[in-house]
């Protein structure tokens, strides 16, 4: 490609409502540009990218037997009504109406789609097991979208669907995806961590998120650092540190005007973890719909939402109104679980505790000395707290550290979630019809390219591993000069024959600009064709990286060619 056709359209300046640095690099460069909220246009930089990771994730889903299909964004209401999601998925899922008046959406996922089709194709247990895999654009529309690539609202989805006739070959290919995002992302050179997930409203039996680990995440992972163990903190469990207070009899204290806890801890000179911090919930789904519960944990720690979510099989919770506190007896910013007129759940690290500090459900006042099992009688003890850097590690007794974490995949086993509702039905092997059993599979392409970019880049700009990069070389003329540009072309079309991506930068612009944009755009390996270079016969090859070479302008890119593929033996194939 000729840079001076080439529509990458670089900017000296970070965008101003870019925050992270893969946003604003990837705008920069000219790869992206915005046309809506949480929408973009992917320019011939960017989907060359995109292109490349794409070819890394099909390659490693076919080796593992999974096999490529094409489903449509749009999709009829009936399927999602059939699942039980058409009420259940919220605001997230654009749903439209077409001109017969049938009611429709874009898909923000396909199992409803896959299983539509499978439910007329599958016949027999001998078909299976089968993994179906597509990479499609998939449209969510996402309260928040941020970050550009890395939170959009339409963006593209690598999206596999298993089916089997039992859990066990279920859980074998389970075991191969595992594998097969182990290698993926190995692959595509990023650091990253496989860890324990929510399993979601659906249930299941296993899950996990592959994060790229990454201060910019909004995920918050916690692993452990001796053993393996890694999960997603909306799961994580961990020991919490013991403490113990003197126990002695229920008093009033006056707290006035003090309700925030640890201006309560300093009024009454006590450590934070004596306090119980108490949140009242209403709860929106499930069996519960409707009702408020009061959660409660120690001052020092904050209330998980998603354990108390899944324990309490709601949809959603959300902190009670002042009303709801009036009619339940308590008083905003003095809550407490002792004779509270609804049903409390205790952090289970809190079963037995005394000496406690906690809300009086009395303007200005607090209680000290709480026992919970003496003063809160039918508390029901859960697993509610968020685990914190410095907890301990239930399997190995070592500490739990926290990282930032970009969740770039998620691998579930789903049973029968959606097999059953859809009608994914088969012949087994005794001929009695049986409900399939299936996983699902998915990957943020589009996302990835954004992960990377937050772990490839340095003040110059992007750094592409040589296989993502969207042009392996970029051949630099220096100056107007016949000899510079003919010589030029002869290089470029001889990496060509190579096979070698070149991008051949024949603008009539300062070597400064040339180069920085090449640097910005993180191409791995430059040539630089000058009259200088040219009379002595020299050329100069430069790595993004800061790797140099000469060659002679019959050797240069056979040099070239050695260079790149010593980059390409630095990225690991695959850790498995
Ligand atoms: P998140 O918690 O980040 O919203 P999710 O749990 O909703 O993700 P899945 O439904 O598991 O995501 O989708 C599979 C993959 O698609 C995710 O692991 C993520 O990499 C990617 N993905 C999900 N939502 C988005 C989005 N809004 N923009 C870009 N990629 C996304
Ligand atoms: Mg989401």
């Not at 910019?216 to 207070?245: M, Q, R, T, W």
């Not at 500490?399 to 086993?413: K, L, P, Q, T, W």
């Not at 990496?495 to 991506?501: A, E, K, N, V």
Request: hydrophobic share 40%.
């Amino acid at each position: 490609m000729r840079y001076s056709k080439l529509l990458a359209p670089t900017l000296r300046d970070t965008p101003a409502d870019a925050e992270v640095v893969s946003h604003q690099l990837l705008l920069r460069a000219g790869f992206i540009r915005r046309v809506t909220s949480g929408v973009y246009d992917y320019l011939p930089m960017g989907l060359r990218v995109l292109r490349n990771i794409e070819h890394v994730v099909r390659q490693e889903m076919n080796r593992a037997g999974a096999q490529e299909l094409l489903l449509p964004m749009v999709q009829p209401s009936e399927l999602w009504k059939k699942s039980g999601r058409w009420d259940k998925y919220g605001p997230e899922l654009l749903r439209f109406h077409d001109r017969h008046q049938h009611e429709s959406c874009l898909g923000p996922t396909h199992e409803e789609v896959i299983c539509d089709l499978m439910s007329r194709e599958l016949r027999s247990y001998k078909q299976l097991p089968m993994n179906l895999y597509q990479i499609q654009n998939k449209f969510r529309d996402e309260i928040r979208p941020r970050f550009g690539l890395m939170r959009g609202r339409e963006f593209v989805m690598k999206d596999a669907y298993s089916f089997h006739a039992n859990e066990s070959c279920l859980a074998e290919e389970y075991d191969n995806m595992y594998q097969t995002y182990q290698r993926i992302f190995t692959r595509l050179n990023l650091k990253f961590r496989a860890v324990e997930a929510d399993n979601g409203s659906i249930g299941g039996s296993a899950s996990h998120e592959f994060h790229v680990l990454a201060d910019s995440g909004e995920d918050l992972i916690a692993h452990c650092s001796a053993c393996d163990y890694a999960a997603n903190v909306e799961k994580a469990i961990s020991k919490a540190p013991a403490y113990s207070y003197d126990d002695s009899t229920l008093q009033t204290v006056s707290t006035p005007r003090t309700s925030a806890v640890e201006d309560v801890a300093s009024l009454l000179n006590a450590p934070l973890s004596q306090l119980l911090k108490t949140l009242i919930f209403t709860i929106t789904g499930g069996d519960l719909d409707g009702q408020h519960i009061a959660a409660c944990v120690r001052g020092s720690d904050q209330v998980q939402d998603i354990k108390l979510i899944r324990a309490l099989g709601a949809d959603e919770i959300h902190l009670a109104s002042s009303e709801t506190l009036q009619q339940l007896q308590s008083s905003i910013g003095f809550s407490g679980p002792v004779a509270l007129a609804c049903p409390v759940y205790i952090e289970s690290s809190l079963q037995g505790a005394f000496g406690l500090i906690a809300g009086s459900n009395q303007q200005d006042e607090h209680l000290s000395a709480v026992n919970l099992q003496r003063d809160v009688p039918n508390a029901i003890y859960i697993d509610l707290r968020q685990t914190q850097e410095g907890d301990v590690c239930t399997h190995c007794a070592a500490n739990i550290a926290m990282s930032r974490g970009i969740e770039v995949g998620h691998i579930f086993a789903l049973g029968t979630a959606y097999a059953k509702p859809m009608e994914v039905m088969f012949q087994d092997e005794q001929g009695k019809r049986a409900v399939a059993t299936m996983g699902c599979y998915g990957i943020g392409v589009s996302r990835l390219m954004a992960a990377i970019v937050e772990q490839c880049h340095d003040d110059s700009g992007i750094t592409w591993p040589v296989h993502l990069a969207p042009f392996q070389v970029s051949v630099i003329t220096l100056g107007k000069s016949e000899t510079a540009l003919a010589a030029s072309q002869q290089i470029y079309e001889g990496l060509l024959d190579l096979d070698i991506q070149a991008l051949w930068d024949d603008r009539k612009e300062r070597p400064g600009v040339k180069f920085k944009d090449a640097e910005l755009m993180g191409i791995p390996l430059r040539i630089v064709v000058g009259d200088r270079g040219l009379e002595s016969d020299t050329l100069e090859l430069k790595t993004r990286l800061g790797g140099a070479a000469e060659a002679s302008l019959a050797a240069v890119c056979q040099t070239a060619q050695t260079m790149l593929q010593e980059m390409v033996q630095e990225i690991p194939s695959s850790n498995t």
